[in-house]
């Protein structure tokens, strides 16, 4: 009986023992002596990089952190891993990396609640020095042996009236590793989300969640997967899923999504001096495959 017990116990999934430790002003986030993800505030706006999985692999691009990775295209130096921002703030992109531009930015202040698997960061969002929005952002994290879970909570509050506009350049963006696109030399991923929209037919569909699916850059089966809460803004919201590994929840991109309508600003959200926005997401990495009953419950957890 005891040798089945411990068998049993060992089948189980392990919780990871998390620690969250700030250095120069990043947040690292160690499960033990191994390093999951690192907030880092070195770009022009905040990000998670690396995002290691629970093969040991990051499931992100290293670029434009390291260059010259085989496998990897030195495309979109915007594309920082796992962030979230948006390409126009009252008309000014904080997508995009300013050239010639008087630069827009998200600064961090000061990080508050750092605890052993959260920490709240207070930033602004600024244009040439001008600041446009505060926003709290906590980012909680669960990891076993088989998944790690990394919820983001934002809550944005103007500093004067500020209109997101209708554009396919936001907002909370993930790029993938080479290996879970699909296309390129290595790419050997598929898309599929919550609606049954499967690899290009996903791009600029509403959906609860989409996941990527294929193997990691060591090879093992894995899972990546980003969902929208129910409370957020125009839910389910519309996806920038792309084949060359980019995937962005993006509530304001409504024309540029639904190319039929003819309205540029459909998707314009006006938020008036001093009231908040608050979204919520959660990002699922698995080793494993795919199945789609499994997000699907995932999926009923987080709404509640």
């Known amino acids: 009986m005891r040798i089945l017990l411990g068998l049993f116990l060992f089948t189980l999934p392990l919780s990871a023992q998390l620690k969250l430790t700030e250095v120069d002003r990043t947040i690292q986030v160690t499960d033990g002596e191994k390093l999951i ?72 202040k000061s990080y508050a609640d750092i605890g052993e698997s959260s920490f709240t960061a207070n930033l602004t969002w600024e244009h040439d ?38 554009t396919k350049e936001g907002s909370l963006g993930l790029r993938l590793t080479p290996s879970l696109r699909l296309k390129g030399k290595v790419a050997k991923g598929s898309i599929e989300n919550s609606e049954g929209h499967q690899n290009k037919a996903a791009w600029g569909k509403r959906a609860k969640w989409v996941a990527y699916h294929g193997p990691d850059s060591q090879g093992k089966a894995s899972v990546v997967t980003l969902m929208d809460h129910p409370s957020n803004l125009r839910h389910p919201t519309w996806w ?34 001093n009231q908040s926005l608050a979204q919520r997401y959660r990002l699922i990495i698995q080793a494993g495959d795919f199945d789609k009953t499994t997000l699907k419950n995932h999926f009923q957890t987080f709404s509640k």
Do not use: M
């Open 37 to 108: 993800t690192t907030f880092r505030t070195d770009k022009q706006v905040p990000c998670l990089y690396p995002l290691i999985g629970p093969s040991g692999s990051s499931v992100t691009r290293h670029f434009p952190f390291k260059k010259d990775v085989p496998g990897e295209q030195s495309d979109h130096p915007h594309h920082i891993s796992f962030w979230f921002t948006h390409g126009l703030v009252n008309g000014h992109d904080f997508w995009h990396e300013a050239k010639g531009a008087k630069p827009s930015k998200i600064v961090l």
């Open 129 to 166: 020095t001008k600041s446009l929005l505060t926003e709290k952002r906590t980012y909680a994290f669960t990891s076993t042996n088989t998944e790690l879970i990394i919820d983001l909570t934002s809550t944005l509050t103007a500093l004067e009236d500020i209109t997101f506009g209708d």
């Open 240 to 273: 920038h899923a792309r084949d060359y590994g980019l995937l962005a929840a993006n509530p304001f991109g409504q024309h540029d999504f639904e190319l039929k309508k003819k309205k540029p600003h459909l998707g314009d959200y006006l938020l008036k001096k």
